[in-house]
């Protein structure tokens, strides 16, 4: 089947700890998403990669890392800088005009 | 401002009922997409669209360029609908997203 995985669907973290979200697709899309949902809000972008090897800020990329090893690949690091990590995280791969969503992952940092 | 506003937040209807949610924005857009968010989180897309209708089973969106709107209708609403509805526009390799409408469906 072709889609997008994230893993976990909830993760748990103390404050101060560093967490890595998952995010794989198997669609052969060059371009990679990272976003935020909190409550009330419309999904913000942290960071984008158009192609393996190259990645872009986007609109609340502070406090967060990202890195493109491989195309299929786009792991999120939540760092203990990030001031209020505690959100619902989607990861998206696309092409022209669209993109395709994962489940997403709920982080909670106590 | 937000460039992508969408109205109403919530929604509340009765089974059967028709079901129309708006969606304004103030960028120039290549395309709008709706999407559907059920309470377990994952997105699907339900249309995209640059200009005029589509229809989609029980489901019908439209936009108009000029007025900068869109607008998803439900017919015959089922419980099943209940979910959050989401209006995204792409611009300039970009996509940005309404807040949501909360779409509840009571038997």
């Known amino acids: 089947d072709g889609g997008i995985t994230q893993s976990p669907k909830y993760l748990f973290r103390k404050e101060g700890q560093n967490v890595t979200l998952s995010c794989e697709q198997n669609l052969n899309h060059d371009a990679m998403y990272w976003y935020r949902q909190d409550p009330g809000q419309g999904l913000r972008l942290i960071y984008y990669?158009?192609?393996?090897?190259?990645?872009q800020k986007g609109d609340i990329a502070e406090g967060y890392s990202v890195s493109r090893e491989k195309k299929e690949s786009f792991p999120l690091t939540v760092t203990s800088a990030q001031k209020n990590p505690t959100a619902f995280y989607l990861c998206?791969?696309?092409?022209?005009?669209?993109?395709?969503f994962g489940p997403g992952t709920r982080l909670t940092v106590t | 401002k937000n460039e992508v506003e969408q109205s109403p937040q919530n929604l509340t209807a009765q089974e059967g009922e028709f079901i129309t949610i708006n969606c304004s924005y103030s960028?120039?857009?290549?395309?709008l997409h709706w999407l559907q968010q059920h309470p377990g989180g994952g997105i699907v897309s339900l249309f995209m669209?640059?200009?005029g209708k589509k229809k989609h089973g029980r489901l019908i969106a439209t936009i108009n360029i000029q007025e900068k709107h869109s607008s998803l209708h439900i017919t015959a609403s089922h419980p099943r609908d209940s979910a959050v509805y989401i209006c995204?526009?792409?611009?300039?390799?970009?996509?940005?997203f309404g807040a949501g409408t909360r779409l509840t469906v009571k038997p």
């Open positions: 998206a791969s696309g092409g022209l005009y669209e993109q395709y």
């Open positions: 995204a526009v792409y611009n300039n390799n970009d996509m940005r």
């Open positions: 960028v120039g857009i290549s395309a």
């Open positions: 669209l640059s200009s």
């Open positions: 990669s158009q192609i393996v090897n190259d990645f």
